[in-house]
């Protein structure tokens, strides 16, 4: 298992060093900056083996965190596990900084103590770490119940959500994010498209609440068709998607979803992401990009970009930023736009342009001229132009169907939670080729 | 918050005023002080001075503070194990603690001291620990075991803990149950006893599953691994865990998944092979594969890595699924590369969106990604013929681009499609010539000569291309000088009238000044061919060529099927056994092949051997031979005289003669040897005078005619030479002067000369493992055999084979590692010391009947076996003693001769023997009894071998 688990700065001066395991010595600590950090080229893996020790690292803004180990291990795992160890991080203290590190690094050792144990990743959560690692340090004088309480949380069967939450007013909040990717090819043709989907949810439930979540997955809505009405099927044509994959949250029983395709489980308290999913058919693609790209001679470029936007005309779309990428050799920009405020951005060789919002079934332009420096170098790669945009709907079509909440145990029922649902898409990559 | 203070302390003088901090009264203080000690300590300055000041502090309430300590213990009590026992008390003080999570604290942390002294104090507390009422304390027991086996595992087996570790695996509690497979894992991976094995049966299987459902997502992570090592009993049971193991496909941790369709993957290995089943499971596999695509770029790569080999080993999976694996522009490069190899293969219906990719790919920016792209346009030409026009136009537009790397990139493609299709595309070639002179790399260069030479006849100035080449022939790489000589032979052939000069250049150049002797060898055969019989130069070098196959780019099937059980590992993702990258003799695989099966599709029908034998550890250094050359000669000569198998290495003469007269002379060896052989007084005194091989040898070795005492089995071939890459390996066993021999014949079939050999043994029934190693007379060239006898132990790893006698070798070469298998001879483990006493002399107990009676009459079988040579009781007799069957006593019942029989074999288990002998019948019938009833069947084929065969 994983052997020694380091954080750098970025200039390769070691933060925080756990070691785990006697086969890891202080010289892995200097190969792992040698090596990689101060690599002359960029390392091309996030796997390195140096001397027969494999290092595991991830970088998060400026700061390295690396995983040791000289054994054959889990590779799927040790990258889980830093993802987690930085979630973790970042609950407790915010932003991964050098600053923030070195501010935390007693809590940090004390929480590494904790979740991994001889390289073995224990309970990670943490909603329960925070019940008996504060930075204030644990009250000496926990009564006996209040610490088997701890234990048998960390320990057991939900170990996401401890006993005994009061709410006054019961209230859900539920959120389906999505990243719609898109790879276009400057004729129109989808190359690939897909749409990641996130269901993100605040619970503030008193007790141990019993959910059930349902979609208009297709599956489902196939099994248990017969009980639908069928005509409302026919009628919106659309009414159900099909989803590819999706992955749940660890209180979602599995094992229940995999034979009545039905999502229930116990939530955790406060914000988690329930759900992830990924589809891939009948995606409505909010905006078209039509770009037109003219090489005049060796000195000029002539671009053209139209945006269509391809929603319902009631609904606005939001934070709309076009990157026009220029070539290296660019030595000025002349940019024309109706709407929206466009700049050429040198240090980023791009032309960015920016909307604050823009409604459904419109079109928008923009040209611009591009003087080059003539340039002997080889030919310019033509990065795609990519986007960004938030829309206020989900483009794979999915749709909440219900959220059933029963607590037997205290007496408040499906009726008095309050729940809130909203759609946000933004884009994912949506990138167009020219 | 401004605990990064504490970092920028690097005042001189600084440990004395720790010192006096941490001696302070004040809690605040110390704790400030400890918390500066800890920040050192992580820079990697040396504290270690303050061990006892820090020690000191260890007395708190304060965990905080206390956790602290542990960790400053933790990192230097190896360095001062006297003063560390100081902690001793308190750790043992606070695993009585009432506060679970104290307790946990104080176990968790001694298990990370690793100082003997404390080692001996955690013995007590971890016993108690392991039966804690609270099950946080007992999960961070369980892999406090695992900690103890890595300091001193003889330990851990002597204190029972591996029996506490195992009763574990039922406990209520998922997470306790989670670690205890962790920690047994981890026991059995490094551990070569038997005792620390990890058995898994039906009832462990079951529990494991039930605890999978409930358990953390690393806890999952853990129980699926060892899952994964289960072999199950029939195809229903494999079945079985792979629908209870499915459901974990759609979990959010990626290694989750990665684990779970490693389980599936083996899973269904275990199930027929064409099943509905496994048609429905691979169909469940590609979304979840689909979706690890979409997670952090570092579990993308791991899980390319991954798809790669799930991709080869079962290319339907991803079939539909390309589309996914198109690159995007912003991926890190680790990801972009990666896509290339996972690519499912391309067909006729989706090559031109492909093409269309790869060209845009072809004008990226990153060489790597550039270059896989170029070749992987020409893969497409090469695999779906309906497109290799298009792929040819492709590299052409390529070509335009003048980009240089990518010209010689689409040269070498281009020669391969070529290859694949000749007679179609060559009317490019003219394009090709012109880009002649940018070619800098040697693979470029050599794969332009090789279309020059081969189209010869078609391009007008060949000769003045390839007269171009031939200036600077010394400068040029090895590849590219066979190529230009290949080259211009074949021009001549095609054109002699005007190129006698160019091929007389070549060939003195080559000849007589060139120093590789591959490149002169070349030359001296073209010159022969051309000189002696110009016809016969036509055949051989303008033969026609074998196709190429498309499938370049794959892992070899038996490294293939090996690295599918470790997927999600490491080994996964950097495509190589663990061997080649995990340290420690102790490594031991754990069943890491795929069930091979036999036609039928029966699981595990016939035991089959061919499956690969993962390696042990890294390949063992091959000893330099010190043997100067006449000893060895003398050694063959004697051997030939005697018509013995004398063997020449020194270890054999070292058993066979005192070692005084080991460096003597020819003539003294033979007196030495001859002296021991007639039995001589001095030379075998070193060997047990009770040998009952030497009575029974020496008749025969005066005969002269045999060259050991027990039967040998004939020489079989194990390793066939089409599977080895020209090498054949043939063997058999052996019994000699009491030491237990491989003998081998190794025959290069190959090209090339052959050296560094090496040999290994996988864990198998017996512990046999290799006494020394492989001494081959190297280089082996080719055509040439070499006959090698291998001395083995019989304490080496031990695990239970199936079938039993399966002996699973590694051999290495300078080529490669090659794996087979044998069978081993039962009669080989047969003892010299398997006399049973009839009775005890002191005690007048009749040991032989009195064990005999003492084994269950279940244990007993029966059997008729021939005696084709209808011998009598006595020559049976002698003839079994000679292969350490014992006759114990002998009876006259009722006409029949009634031998009672013992043997014992190495690893200490006796069977006894009834043999009824029915006069001039040509059957007797045998009646084994043993406490072990998995020998029997060897041991009844070991009878009627030896009386068949002596």
Redesign the interface.
């Known amino acids: 298992?994983i052997g020694g688990l380091f954080i750098y700065n970025h200039k390769g001066?070691?933060?925080?060093?756990r070691?785990?395991?006697?086969?890891i010595g202080?010289n892995a600590?200097d190969a792992f900056r040698v090596n990689v950090i101060h690599a002359r080229q960029?390392v091309?893996?996030?796997?390195t083996?140096i001397a027969?020790t494999?290092f595991?690292?991830?970088k998060r803004s400026n700061i390295w965190l690396a995983c040791v180990?000289?054994?054959?291990?889990?590779?799927?795992?040790?990258?889980?596990?830093?993802?987690k160890m930085v979630e973790v991080m970042q609950s407790y203290f915010g932003k991964i900084s050098e600053?923030n590190i070195?501010?935390?690094?007693?809590l940090i050792?004390?929480l590494l103590?904790e979740i991994l144990?001889?390289g073995?990743?224990?309970?990670?959560?943490t909603s329960i770490l925070k019940t008996?690692i504060t930075q204030t340090?644990?009250k000496?004088q926990?009564t006996?119940e209040e610490?088997?309480q701890?234990?048998?949380q960390?320990?057991?069967?939900i170990?996401w959500r401890r006993e005994g939450i009061k709410y006054r007013r019961n209230e859900l909040f539920l959120d389906v994010l999505e990243n719609v990717n898109l790879?276009m090819?400057p004729q129109g043709q989808v190359?690939?498209a897909?749409v990641?989907g996130r269901i993100v949810m605040k619970s503030y439930l008193s007790g141990m609440p019993e959910c059930k979540f349902g979609i208009n997955d297709k599956l489902v809505l196939d099994k248990s068709g017969r009980s639908d009405d069928p005509s409302k099927v026919s009628a919106t044509g659309k009414s159900s998607i099909a989803i590819?994959?999706?992955?749940?949250?660890?209180c979602v029983?599995?094992?229940k979803?995999?034979t009545e395709h039905s999502i229930s489980f116990i939530p955790p308290d406060g914000e988690y992401?329930l759900m992830?999913y990924?589809t891939?058919k009948d995606i409505s693609l909010p905006f078209r990009v039509i770009p037109l790209v003219r090489e005049v001679g060796r000195t000029k470029m002539e671009v053209k970009v139209v945006i269509k936007s391809n929603f319902k005309p009631s609904l606005l779309a939001q934070k709309i930023e076009v990157r026009i990428p220029t070539p290296l050799n660019t030595s000025g920009v002349q940019v024309i736009c109706m709407k929206g405020k466009a700049k050429y951005k040198a240090s980023e060789n791009a032309i960015v342009w920016k909307l604050k919002r823009m409604g459904g079934m419109k079109e928008s332009q923009i040209s611009a001229e591009i003087e080059l420096l003539p340039s002997d170098k080889?030919?310019w790669?033509?990065?795609?132009i990519?986007m960004n945009f938030e829309v206020p709907f989900a483009p794979s079509g999915l749709k909440v169907r219900y959220l059933k909440v029963f607590e037997p145990k205290l007496n408040y029922s499906d009726h008095d939670v309050i729940k809130w649902v909203r759609y946000i898409g933004r884009s994912g990559?949506y990138?167009t080729?020219c | 918050?401004?605990?990064?203070k504490?970092?920028t302390t690097t005042k001189k003088g600084e440990i004395f005023e720790l010192k006096g901090e941490l001696n302070s009264d004040k809690k605040e203080k110390k704790k400030e002080a400890v918390?500066k000690v800890?920040?050192s300590m992580?820079?990697?300055k040396d504290v270690s001075a303050l061990f006892p000041d820090v020690v000191n502090c260890m007395q708190t309430?304060?965990?905080?503070l206390k956790?602290?300590v542990?960790?400053y213990l933790m990192?230097y009590a190896k360095s001062q194990p006297d003063m560390a026992i100081m902690a001793v008390n308190t750790f043992v003080k606070d695993c009585e603690d009432?506060?679970?999570?104290i307790r946990?604290l104080a176990v968790?942390t001694m298990?990370?001291i690793?100082v003997d002294k404390i080692t001996e104090y955690l013995c007590e507390p971890l016993r108690k620990c392991l039966k804690d009422e609270?099950?946080?304390?007992r999960?961070?027991a369980a892999?406090?075991v695992?900690?103890l086996h890595?300091i001193n595992a003889q330990l851990v087996e002597d204190q029972g803990f591996l029996d506490q570790l195992r009763e574990l695996l039922s406990d209520s509690?998922?997470?306790?149950v989670a670690?205890a497979v962790?920690a047994l894992s981890?026991i059995s991976d490094t551990s070569p006893s038997p005792a620390a094995q990890m058995e898994m049966n039906q009832q462990t299987i079951n529990k494991l599953l039930a605890a999978l459902?409930?358990c953390?997502?690393?806890g999952q992570?853990?129980i699926l691994?060892a899952l994964s090592n289960y072999v199950p009993k029939d195809d229903r049971e494999a079945q079985s865990i792979c629908e209870?193991v499915?459901?974990?496909l759609?979990?959010?941790?990626?290694?989750v998944?990665?684990?779970a369709v490693k389980v599936l993957m083996k899973g269904m290995e275990y199930v027929g092979m064409e099943t509905e089943f496994v048609t429905t499971l691979q169909k469940k596999l590609a979304?979840?594969l689909?979706?690890l695509l979409?997670s952090?770029?570092?579990?993308q790569?791991?899980?390319l890595r991954n798809i790669n080999l799930i991709v080869q080993k079962r290319p339907d999976i991803l079939k539909h699924e390309m589309?996914?694996f198109?690159v995007?522009?912003?991926d890190p490069?680790?990801v972009k590369?990666e896509n290339w190899t996972s690519y499912p293969s391309a067909t006729q219906e989706n090559i031109a969106?492909v093409l269309?990719?790869l060209k845009?790919y072809a004008?990226?920016?990153d060489v790597?990604f550039v270059r896989k792209s170029v070749r992987a346009i020409g893969r497409c030409a090469i695999k779906v013929e309906q497109a290799a026009e298009r792929c040819v136009s492709t590299l052409l537009d390529l070509i335009q681009?003048k980009?240089n790397y990518v010209v010689q990139e689409a040269i070498v493609v281009i020669k391969d499609i070529f290859r694949k299709y000749p007679n179609k595309y060559e009317s490019i070639i003219s394009t090709l010539c012109e880009n002649l002179e940018s070619l800098d790399e040697p693979d470029a260069r050599a794969s332009m000569i090789w279309i020059v030479g081969e189209y010869a006849e078609r391009i007008d100035n060949a000769d003045e291309l390839l007269e171009s080449f031939l200036e600077g022939f010394h400068d040029e790489s090895t590849q590219v000088q066979l190529q230009l000589l290949t080259a211009i032979v074949k021009l001549f052939l095609k054109k002699p009238t005007e190129t006698q000069e160019l091929v007389q250049q070549v060939l003195s150049l080559a000849t007589q000044d060139s120093d590789n002797p591959d490149l002169r060898d070349r030359g001296y055969i073209y010159w022969r061919l051309l000189s002696t019989d110009p016809a016969a130069a036509k055949e051989v070098v303008l033969a026609e060529k074998p196709l190429i196959s498309s499938e370049t780019d794959r892992l070899e099937p038996t490294l293939l099927d090996e690295l599918i059980c470790?997927i999600?590992?490491?080994?996964?993702?950097?495509h190589k056994p663990?061997s080649a990258?995990?340290?420690g003799q102790a490594l031991v695989v754990r069943r890491t092949q795929l069930p091979v099966r036999s036609a039928s599709g029966e699981p595990g029908a016939t035991g089959a051997t061919e499956s690969p034998v993962p390696q042990q550890a890294q390949p063992v250094q091959q000893q330099q031979s010190v043997i100067p050359s006449h000893d060895t000669a003398m050694g063959d000569l004697l051997g030939d005289l005697l018509s013995m198998d004398l063997n020449p290495q020194p270890q054999q003469q070292m058993s066979m003669t005192p070692a005084p007269q080991q460096d003597m002379g020819g003539m003294d060896l033979l007196g030495g040897g001859l002296d021991s052989l007639l039995g001589g007084p001095s030379p075998v005194a070193g060997m047990p005078a009770s040998q009952a091989s030497m009575g029974g040898g020496l008749g025969d070795i005066l005969g002269l005619g045999i060259s050991s005492t027990t039967y040998v089995p004939p020489k079989q071939v194990w390793l066939p030479a089409p599977k080895a890459k020209g090498l054949e390996v043939s063997g058999t066993f052996s019994i000699r002067q009491n030491v237990r021999y491989m003998d081998l014949t190794l025959k290069n079939n190959a090209m090339a000369p052959m050296g560094d050999f090496a040999i290994q043994f996988n864990k198998n029934s017996f512990g046999l493992s290799p006494a020394s190693a492989l001494q081959v007379p190297s280089p082996l060239s080719p055509g040439q055999t070499a006959d090698v006898t291998l001395p083995l132990g019989t304490n080496g790893p031990v695990q239970k084979m199936d079938p039993l006698m399966n002996l699973q070798v590694a051999m290495k070469n300078n080529i490669d590692v090659f794996y087979f298998s044998c069978l081993i001879p039962i009669h080989l483990l047969f003892t010299e010391d398997g006399q049973m006493e009839y009775a005890n002399q002191t005690s007048d107990r009749k040991v032989f009947l009195a064990t005999w009676k003492d084994i269950p009459d279940s244990n007993e079988v029966q059997k008729e076996i021939a005696n084709p040579n209808q011998l009598d009781p006595k020559g049976i007799s002698d003839k079994l003693q000679q292969s350490f069957i014992f006759t114990i006593a002998q009876r006259n019942v009722d006409g029949r001769d009634m031998l009672y029989q013992s043997l014992k074999l190495t690893n200490g288990i006796w069977v006894l023997a009834e043999l009824k002998i029915q006069p001039r019948s040509p059957t007797m019938t045998l009646s084994l009894k043993t406490r072990a009833l998995d020998v029997i069947p060897q041991v009844q084929q070991a009878y009627e071998l030896i009386i068949a065969n002596m």
């Open positions: 298992m001066e070691v933060l925080i060093s070691v785990y395991r006697d086969d202080r600590v960029q091309r893996s996030p796997v083996n027969r494999s595991f690292h991830i180990t000289k054994q054959n291990v889990n590779a799927g795992l040790v990258f889980e596990f830093l993802n600053d070195k501010n935390n690094f007693v050792y004390e103590d144990d001889f073995y990743p224990q309970n990670a959560d008996f340090g644990i000496a926990v006996k610490q088997s701890i234990t048998s960390v320990t057991g069967q170990s790879l090819s190359l690939s897909h990641a590819d994959d999706c992955t749940f949250h660890q029983r599995l094992s979803f995999e992401e992830r990924r891939t080889k030919k790669s033509r990065p795609p990519s990559l990138e080729r | 918050m401004t605990d990064s504490y970092f918390k800890i920040a992580t820079v990697g309430d304060n965990l905080e956790k602290l542990y960790l990192n009432t506060n679970p999570l946990a968790r298990g990370c690793r609270d099950p946080y304390v999960k961070t892999v406090c695992a900690k890595d509690n998922p997470m306790v670690n962790a981890e459902n409930e953390t997502e690393w992570i853990f691994d209870r499915t459901p974990r759609a979990h959010s941790n990626a290694g998944v990665l684990s979304p979840p689909v979706t979409s952090e770029p570092e579990v790569y791991v899980a589309k996914v198109f995007k522009y912003n490069i680790y590369l969106q269309a990719e845009e004008t990226e920016v790597d681009t980009v470790y999600a590992s490491l080994a996964s993702v950097y663990p990258f995990v340290e």
